[in-house]
């Protein structure tokens, strides 16, 4: 994965005096080194056509992921995403969208907390490079139409939509998916495929490559499984729904061969089937990553079977009991009305509570993510720059040896030629031999010389790049062992800012707890202390 460096956005209003306004955003910070980086955009609201086409982003090449926090576009258009051609990471979350562009370009993309109702994909038989979808917390009635266009799609996220029904079929075109989650969505119906008329009942789905699916948080009372063609499923979360059995036989939970975990707590299951159920698991070794309070099993009347709740006697015999109610219908009703009123405060505050949380969040994550990218990029660049100084010592040094090498040939060939000269037949006169005798020995001691000058210059120039090399190497391990000690540091971040999501979630389940028990008077007694102690613990941390 790319490391990014988030760098803040400078949002610059240009007025023209004419019949329209021009507004360009920019990203800029002077002295910013240039690598991919991610543009945090603040405040954009395009609220009509209008505002599209009179908006202008000037974004360079560098930035390749894209972040707007705190502003509104309800359509986010074609016509606007052409604007962004090199953006591939791009994140719109609580941006108030109701529809969603989607282009071909795109790697990742968050468009959580909106109020996306419709999708729309570039034109048909374009692929597309999407390998992560989140669209948590939308308004989905029905599953997008994705066909054959995201053969890479891996991570897709439909949670807390409002998908009633829905056929797994949907996703076959989905060749590389790995991860589904349909939880939060009140689901009432899961089926292997869609209904048709001249479609077996029993048809089944094929989802070859799907390791983790989560139904978790509906309303599904049965699910048949006979049909799922799953081989890599690693993970299935089944808790907190209505389920009282699968419609199959209890031993068809061994068909998943790679399913190492299950959580099936929070459900109404039936005895008989959940002691079979719970053979299977242990005799397949599948962990069980949930359980139910025993005080759920106490108050509603059931049996617990390992931690698990489950009725031993039929529904119809409860309901056919008589009314334990009572007179206590109205009383029930009026703590309706005020549960009601206290869910309708509650969301109000969340939702303002969750804004500021977010915006926290992007400032935690750029302050803890700044100084360790560019230290990483830093290192990188000095460990490029070593690798190809010591490549080029060592071309340099191989042609010096082919040289010397060459010098050495030529340097035994005229030794040879000299010591044929001297064993020739002498001359007749003994001056000439003399001086030849002379001439050649000059010369055989002339190149000796000139051959020992060039083995020690040789001699001296390897140990001076040896010890150059040798220094390269300590660097370079230096700068590795540095390297890995920043991406240490990363993912010692990355814990960290989860442990800090993980207690949000604990805060909020604290409220949905404690505020709807409470009468009127408490409600405000209790609201207004949660609320101060919250406010006063987000300056505090801010």
């Known amino acids: ?71 509104f576009i309800p359509d986010f258009t074609r016509q606007l995403a052409r604007q962004f051609p090199q953006v591939q990471d791009l994140t719109v979350d609580a941006m108030g969208i109701r529809k969603m562009y989607i282009w071909s370009n795109l790697e990742q993309l968050s468009a959580r907390n909106n109020s ?41 996220s439909l949670e807390g939509n409002r998908l009633e029904q829905v056929a797994l079929d949907a996703f076959t075109g989905l060749g590389q998916l790995q991860s589904l989650s349909l939880a939060r969505n009140g689901l009432i119906v899961v089926e292997s495929t869609t209904r048709a008329p ?12 799907l390791k983790h699916l989560s139904l978790a948080s509906n309303r599904l009372i049965t699910v048949n499984i006979s049909g799922w063609e799953m081989p890599s499923l690693v993970s299935l979360d089944l808790s907190n729904n209505d389920l009282y059995l699968l419609l199959d036989e209890a031993h068809q939970l061994g068909q998943f061969g790679a399913l190492l975990e299950i959580s099936y707590a929070g459900n109404d299951w039936q005895c008989g089937w959940l002691s079979e159920a719970q053979l299977v698991l242990r005799k397949r070794g599948i962990a069980v990553k949930d359980q139910d309070p025993a005080a759920r099993c106490d108050r509603e009347q059931m049996k617990s079977l390992n931690g698990i709740c489950c009725y031993e006697r039929a529904l119809d015999q409860e309901l056919n009991d008589k009314d334990p109610f ?36 992007h400032d935690l994550r750029a302050k803890l993510m700044g100084s360790v990218a560019q230290d990483q990029d830093e290192i990188k660049r000095e460990l490029v720059r070593l690798r190809h100084a010591l490549d080029t010592e060592t071309a340099q040094l191989e042609r010096l040896e082919e040289r010397i090498e060459r010098a050495v040939i030529e340097l035994g060939q005229s030794i040879d030629e000299l010591h044929e000269r001297a064993v020739r037949p ?90 709807p028990r409470n009468s009127e008077e408490m409600y405000d007694r209790v609201r207004a202390s949660r609320f101060g102690a919250y406010s006063y613990q987000m300056r505090r941390h801010g």
């Open 1 to 71: 994965m790319t490391i990014t460096r988030i760098l803040a956005l400078m949002v610059l209003s240009t007025c023209v005096p004419a019949s329209y306004t021009l507004v360009t955003y920019r990203c800029g910070v002077p002295d910013t080194p240039v690598i991919k980086a991610t543009c945090i955009v603040r405040d954009v609201i395009l609220g009509t056509v209008a505002n599209i086409e009179d908006a202008s982003f000037s974004i360079d090449m560098r930035y390749v992921a894209l972040t707007m926090v705190d502003g």
């Open 326 to 361: 009572g007179s206590r219908w109205e009383q029930l009703n009026e703590l309706r009305r005020r549960y009601e009123l206290v869910q309708y405060s509650y969301d109000q505050v969340e939702d303002a509570d969750l804004n500021l949380i977010t915006e926290r969040g």
């Open 198 to 209: 001249a479609r077996p009942i029993h048809q089944g789905v094929q989802l070859l490559k």
């Open 426 to 515: 002498k001359p007749t006169l003994d001056a000439v031999r003399q001086q030849t005798i002379g001439d050649s020995i000059e010369r055989i001691k002339t190149s000796i010389e000139s051959l020992r000058r060039k083995v020690q210059n040789y001699v001296y120039e390897t140990s001076e790049r040896d010890k150059r090399i040798r220094r390269y190497g300590e660097r370079i391990d230096h700068l590795e062992d540095q390297l890995a000690e920043a991406q240490q540091l990363e993912n010692s971040l990355h814990r960290r800012a989860g442990d800090l999501t993980a207690r949000v979630d604990d805060a909020y389940r604290v409220i949905e707890e404690v505020i």
């Open 116 to 156: 996306i109702r419709a999708l729309d994909f570039a034109s048909i038989g374009v692929e597309h490079r999407l390998r992560s979808l989140r669209l948590d917390d939308n308004e989905l009635s029905s599953v997008p139409l994705f066909g054959q266009s995201f053969n890479e799609l891996k991570y897709l």
